[in-house]
Structure formats: C-alpha cells, structure tokens
C-alpha cells in the first residue's frame, strides 16, 4: 500500500517574494494569473493553499517553475532524476510528481487527478505555450474547446494552450498522466474561464 503524499510546503513567502522581484502590484499579479487580487493576497499571507493549476499560472506569471516555486532545490546539473527522489505533493485534490529539472524552459511531471469535484474538472484554462500528456492508468475526459475526447492508456494529446481546456478523470480509480508544459510567461488575464473562475467563487 503506498505511502499517502506529502503535505503542500508552505509557499506563502516565496509567492510575495516573487511578485516583489517581478515588480509587479497585488492587482496586476492577480490579473496575469486569473485570480481575484483577494485571493492572491491569501495566497500570499497563507490563509489559502494553491492548487496544482494555480500554482502553474502562477509560475508562468513570474517566469519561474513549479518547483522553484515551491523551493524546491535539485542537484545542480544533474539531468537524471531517480524515483526515489521524486516526492508526491498534494494540490487542489491532485498529486504530483516532479519528473524534470528546476529552471527549464519545459516542465514535466508525473499526476494523478482522482475523480469527483477535487480534481478541478470545470476548471478551464488558456495560457501560452503548448501541453503534451500520456495516459498511463485509467481514463480520462479531455476537454479542448468545444471538443470532448476520451483518453485511456497508451493515448496521448499535445495542443496549443491557448485552447480552452480541462482534465478530469472517468472511473472511480481516477487517472494517471505523464505531463509536460513548456513555461511561457503569460501577460494575458483571463487565464481561468467558467464557473470555477476566481471572480465568481474561487479557485479551489
């Protein structure tokens, strides 16, 4: 029986320390990032705890990773990353791998999105850049634009970000991805649509 996952690592500090650097206001943060600059300012003082595409606009509005994000600090040159290195996190109902090095124009991780309201599925997102991911276990419902596609193991997909799209699991068991993004710095606001956006209720 697998070990249940690490806990998310306070990340509140790093976010303002961040936002400091980019020189950039509460409000226009928040606005890169699709979120309300409220709930950005939780974030920020850790009254809140990001979810796993949360912290991927966030990473993108500051121009930095995931796992620099989170402080994470890999051995320097070092292109090999072995599995017992690679600690799961938790995020927003996700579990999450690292797979790649910090400071990549590419970012790979290893997800597990259960089924059911943690693993975001109305969650909509457009950002620059392109995303590739394999089904590895399960199935799952990708949603990209006004199209619906079925994936189980052994499929695949790459599209362009800037496509309207969601994930979600099909099957109690939930589903397991390969993922990989590159990491474009995003200027746009609206990076989150639909009923979960940050305007409205939240982000998870």
Request: glycine fraction near 12%; charged fraction near 20%.
């Amino acid at each position: 029986m697998s070990q249940p996952p690490e806990p998310l690592p306070l990340v509140a500090p790093q976010l303002r320390a961040l936002r400091t650097r980019s020189g950039l206001t509460l409000e226009a943060a928040a606005a890169r990032a699709g979120l309300s600059p409220a709930h950005l300012s939780r974030l920020e003082t850790g009254h809140r705890t990001p979810s796993l595409p949360m912290l991927l606009a966030l990473a993108r509005t500051y121009g930095t990773t995931v796992s620099d994000l989170l402080g994470e600090v890999p051995p320097e040159s070092d292109p090999i990353v072995r599995a017992d290195r690679m600690e799961a996190q938790q995020a927003g109902g996700w579990t999450y791998w690292r797979a790649g090095g910090s400071g990549r124009a590419m970012q790979a991780l290893r997800l597990h999105v259960p089924q059911g309201r943690g693993s975001q599925e109305q969650l909509v997102r457009v950002h620059p850049g392109e995303e590739w991911l394999y089904v590895t276990r399960g199935r799952m419902r990708l949603t990209l634009g006004e199209t619906v596609h079925e994936l189980g193991p052994g499929d695949a997909a790459h599209f362009d970000s800037l496509t309207p799209h969601r994930i979600a699991a099909v099957g109690q068991g939930g589903v397991d991805l390969l993922f990989m993004h590159t990491l474009m710095q995003s200027g746009a606001a609206g990076l989150c649509l639909g009923d979960t956006a940050p305007t409205r209720r939240g982000m998870p």
